[in-house]
């Protein structure tokens, strides 16, 4: 089975420049999670949904950042604009439904490694 | 946001030593995972853990979930040069949702 799948897994862009990451979770799982990690915070929840709909965006830095999910095979994380301190590796992950498996644990993706100059 | 807390934050060892690490934290979690991280990839989970006193194996992995449910460990048995990369542990208070990760511990083993 293909696992999480992410896009790019490598982007190089410049300050002000908009930036679009892209995740397709494993078939049937019904939540999604974006992550940030940088060497200094570590792993940080950015934001995660359940069957398409945001439940918690409570780790989403700030209004340069925004996150959709249009349908239960894709979702996308936004940076307009981007600055140098966004620079970190994303990634995604998905779980499956708990009604199916009562342990959803989260599998992720290979990230996204972003470098803003 | 509350992390956990995970020691040791780097350990060197000499291939064949055995390997422990842990992850505490103040508040009560009802589950506890580890995964490992190699370079250039994202963390896969190794062992997943449900009940306080919960002691699983995964190969030479052992992982227990401490009796407070504040805590847990992990250990790996005769460490081989494959078992280099940054262990982490993650919390989580309900049956599902969202998980809250320690730091990181990073293995470097010696041949």
């Known amino acids: ?117 | 946001g509350q992390q956990l807390n995970q020691s040791p934050q780097s350990m060197f060892i000499q291939e064949g030593e055995d390997v422990s690490m842990n992850c505490t934290s103040s508040s009560i979690f009802n589950t506890w995972l580890w995964y490992k991280q190699d370079p250039g990839e994202g963390p896969v989970l190794l062992i997943a853990l449900y009940k306080a006193g919960e002691l699983t194996s995964n190969g030479r992995l052992t992982a227990q979930f401490g009796i407070t449910r504040k805590d847990s460990f992990l250990n790996i048995s005769a460490s081989i040069p494959s078992d280099v990369g940054i262990y982490f542990c993650a919390g989580r208070r309900g049956s599902q949702g969202n998980l809250i990760f320690g730091k990181g511990t990073k293995l470097s083993v010696k041949p």
Request: proline content about 9%; charged content about 20%.
């Open chain 1, 1 to 117: 089975d293909a696992g999480v799948i992410q896009s790019p897994r490598h982007e190089v862009t410049e300050m002000g420049q908009e930036v679009t990451l892209r995740c397709k979770p494993i078939s049937g799982h019904d939540y999604l999670f974006w992550y940030r990690q940088t060497m200094m915070r570590g792993l940080e929840l950015l934001i995660y949904f359940n069957n398409n709909v945001p439940i918690d965006d409570s780790g989403m830095p700030e209004d340069r950042f925004s996150a959709k999910m249009p349908n239960a095979s894709f979702s996308t994380l936004k940076i307009q604009p981007s600055e140098p301190r966004d620079s970190a590796v994303y990634f995604c992950a998905s779980s499956p439904p708990s009604a199916r498996n009562v342990y959803n644990e989260q599998f992720f993706g290979p990230g996204t490694r972003l470098t803003v100059l």
